[in-house]
């Protein structure tokens, strides 16, 4: 049984990868600041660190073959502790001779982000984000000429578990109970989304194929590309009443901008709701083999049913 330690446990994306990597048999170790995280299986095994603590990481991830790093601070904190972060994992990968898994976004392309990429695209950075996820991705990569391996897996905006955070649930679906779907950009732009039971998979699978790929290695999920309209469409239908369409006030980030570091932050991403853009899948489904896409239908109802038992949960 093979040992994999998932950074960022309490995030959407770290806690649905240790669910599907226990159920596909490794020995899970969730950690987080209190070894605290919510809806995890029976036999996982919790752990308290500080991961800009270094000491602590490696403390923390001791026996393990994987390191799934979905580590991931506020916007606001990005400057000051992404780079930090992604050095502490390394150290802590070297430490313990492990595997890095690495969850990539499409921030780093840019505004200029073109309507389809694969792992030929160019990274073009321009804005503060997307310079330091191209800047923590290159930290990886000179560390596997060291012996660090590090496979990065991008994919786009995420969808599935219900919590709040991801645009999915704090904007989109927010006011569906008021027969609302709010949609933050152009309504005819196709954007990308990931499933998130889907893209823990796809991890799971690369996991599996890890001794014969090369020390940085770097894939695409394809996932869902959608635009507001098919959403909206998909969306009606599942729900079965008519739904009005509401577009997210860009104005008042701009305006909130001015003073608060998070909005600042989010109005400087706001460009790929406007932008067309999709991954190509196919390197990656050459490697691991054809993985399994939750239709949408079928994906968007367990989100809607995720998000309902979060937000029950929560109350």
Known sequence: MQTISILGGKGRLGNTAARAFHHAGYKVIV????????????GVEQR????MQAA????ATEGSDFIFNSLNPPYSQWRGKAMQLARNVVVAARQHGAVHLFPGNVYNYGTRIPPVCDEHTPFQADTSMGKIRVEMEQHFEEASRQGIKTIVLRAGDFFGDGSSGAWFDFAILSKLHKNRLVYPGAWDAVHSWAYL?????AFVSLAGQADKLDGYESFLFEGHHLTGNTLYAALTEIVGRPLKKQTVPWWLYRVASLFSPMARAVTEMSYLWFRPHQLDGRRLNAVVGELHTTPLQEALKQSLVATSAFHD???
């Open 48 to 51: 308290a660190a500080d991961a």
């Open 31 to 42: 950690i987080s600041r209190d070894a605290n995280a919510p809806r995890l299986p029976e």
């Open 197 to 201: 039971p889907d893209l823990a998979q």
């Open 313 to 315: 949960h929560a109350r």
């Open 56 to 59: 602590e990481l490696i403390k």
